[in-house]
């Protein structure tokens, strides 16, 4: 047993805070409408349980939505049956894909797909000749 009042109301905290993410379910939302709203997303979510968070991916250069959003509900269940009440429904225009969320797949660095780069501008013609 931790002696430490102190120490021991932290890692209690701690523990909680860590119990607390591993019974929320993220889900992801995919072929939105560029008119979606993390609000209006919220919304409809919010029929099944508590959310807890909301992201709409956006492209880094225009700001613009990439058309996708991750949604975070409060446990499995509520969660599922977001799932399963909105996956092919109707939000803004758009018949909505939702399922659970996969982990994130690990990237390599260095910018290049595992498969190599190709760098199509730099290269001659195979048959030797010249561009004029």
Same mark, same amino acid.
Request: glycine fraction near 16%.
């Given at each position: ?45 919010? +029929? *099944? @349980? ?13 700001? !613009? %939505? ?40 690990? +990237? *390599? @660095? ?13 290269? !001659? %013609? ?7």
């Amino acid at each position: 047993m931790i002696g430490n009042p102190v120490v021991r109301e932290q890692l209690g905290s701690e523990i909680g805070q860590f119990a607390q993410l591993m019974m929320n379910m993220r889900i992801y939302v995919g072929n939105l409408s560029f008119k979606t709203t993390e609000h209006g997303l919220e919304n409809a979510f919010a +029929r *099944f @349980g508590q959310v807890t968070d909301v992201k709409i991916m956006q492209d880094r250069e225009t700001g !613009r %939505s990439r058309g996708f959003a991750f949604v975070t509900m409060a446990n499995p269940s509520e969660g599922q049956a977001a799932v399963e009440g909105l996956n092919g429904r109707e939000l803004d225009g758009r018949n909505l894909t939702v399922n659970e969320a996969r982990p994130r797949e690990e +990237r *390599f @660095g260095g910018g290049e797909s595992s498969g190599g780069s190709r760098s199509y501008g730099s290269r !001659r %013609s195979s048959y030797g000749g010249r561009r004029g």
